[in-house]
């Protein structure tokens, strides 16, 4: 049975008289230890846990050659982690979610194609440089010291001696007059923070502003244009064919929600379309666009069978009646594909009347219009 000085929370019999369990063989009375330097405290705590020290490799000396120059190397890594990590804030800052007002320019080419690899380039070279300082400061600024140690139970006696030789190790760390290390630190620290801050930054910027699942870049008057760039013409199609279609955007527009399916029904198709209801004039002679993006799952849709006027999602099979307003008519899918309204302008060439009049995209996505 434990004597009531050795319980968890025990001064170590400091309240009594006499010599105190878990001391060594001299009486150490409070008073005493509170007398005695860091120094003497760390020495006589390791003296008295049976400390054997078997090698030990001194630090530099300070002020020496080289101690500085393993000063400048260690600060040097830090502080580029600390560059690293910064740079790896501003790129991704350039996505508008911390930096709303200033965005990159998505372009299939330039900085903006390395936006993801940038972000994780940056970010994994910061960490890295982390440990490298990390392993540089232990082997080139401390000392090495292989001993070995038996371990006791708490008493006063133990925290004081232990707190001792905790803060002797943090004066054997050297931070407090290796200046230039501490600010690199701090600098490194101070980036890596920031960048493990960036995940957060859905949770600063509500992503749902503008309805962006509900919207898509077509405006009222922008032209079809083809991949290639070139607008299309009622009669540039042969009738039963289908050409995927964009909107005319400064600086081109690839983005696949808005990428639309033109299609040219045969006479006898028109003769048994039935529009949805509220989308008759949507069409425009015997062209109709359809969204490309497949209600089901958001699997891109242009198998097109004009024998039996029916759209295929090569995904899971789902098939859609352009004669009918691109309803579902086999598969998983239960929404039609939403149409684009269109028509013509001054010159001739295919225009939007308006974007989408309803989300495109899986039935799972936010569809409320703003």
């Not at 290390?181 to 995940?199: A, D, H, K, Y």
């Amino acid at each position: 049975m434990s004597a009531p000085h050795t319980t968890p929370g025990s001064t170590g019999g400091s309240e009594t008289p006499g010599p105190l369990h878990g001391g060594p063989d001299e009486e150490y009375t409070p008073e005493r230890l509170a007398t005695m330097t860091r120094e003497e405290l760390d020495l006589l705590g390791a003296r008295y846990d049976g400390v054997q020290v078997l090698h030990v490799d001194p630090a530099p000396e300070p002020g020496s050659r080289v101690e500085k120059a393993a000063v400048r190397q260690v600060a040097m890594t830090f502080a580029l982690a600390g560059l690293s990590a910064f740079a790896a804030f501003v790129v991704y800052a350039g996505s508008g979610w911390f930096l709303p007002d200033w965005q990159w320019d998505i372009t299939e080419g330039g900085w903006s194609a390395l936006f993801t690899p940038l972000i994780g380039g940056l970010g994994g070279l910061a960490l890295t440089l982390v440990g490298v300082g990390m392993v540089l400061f232990t082997k080139k600024l401390l000392p090495h010291e292989t001993a070995v140690q038996d371990k006791h139970d708490g008493s006063h006696f133990d925290r004081v001696t232990t707190g001792a030789s905790l803060m002797g190790g943090l004066n054997t760390y050297g931070l407090a007059r290796r200046k230039l290390i501490t600010r690199s630190l701090v600098f490194m620290g101070g980036g890596v923070g920031l960048m493990l801050l960036m995940p957060l930054g859905g949770l600063i910027r509500n992503p749902n502003v503008g309805n962006p699942l509900g919207t898509t870049s077509w405006t009222e008057g922008m032209r079809l244009l083809r991949g290639d760039g070139s607008p299309i013409r009622p009669g540039d199609q042969q009738p039963g064919s289908l050409e995927t279609v964009f909107p005319a955007v400064p600086g081109g527009n690839l983005e696949s929600d808005a990428a639309t399916m033109l299609i040219r029904l045969r006479p006898e198709q028109v003769s048994l379309e039935r529009p949805r209801e509220g989308q008759d004039d949507f069409g425009y002679g015997d062209y109709v666009a359809y969204s490309k993006i497949c209600t089901h799952a958001g699997c891109p849709v242009s198998l097109y069978e004009q024998e039996t006027s029916r759209i295929l999602c090569p995904c899971h099979q789902s098939q859609f009646d352009v004669t009918q307003g691109a309803k579902p008519v086999f598969g998983p899918a239960t929404r039609p594909l939403p149409q684009l309204p269109i028509t013509v302008d001054d010159e001739g060439f295919f225009v939007a009347r308006s974007d989408y009049i309803e989300a495109v995209g899986p039935t799972y996505w936010n569809r409320e219009r703003i």
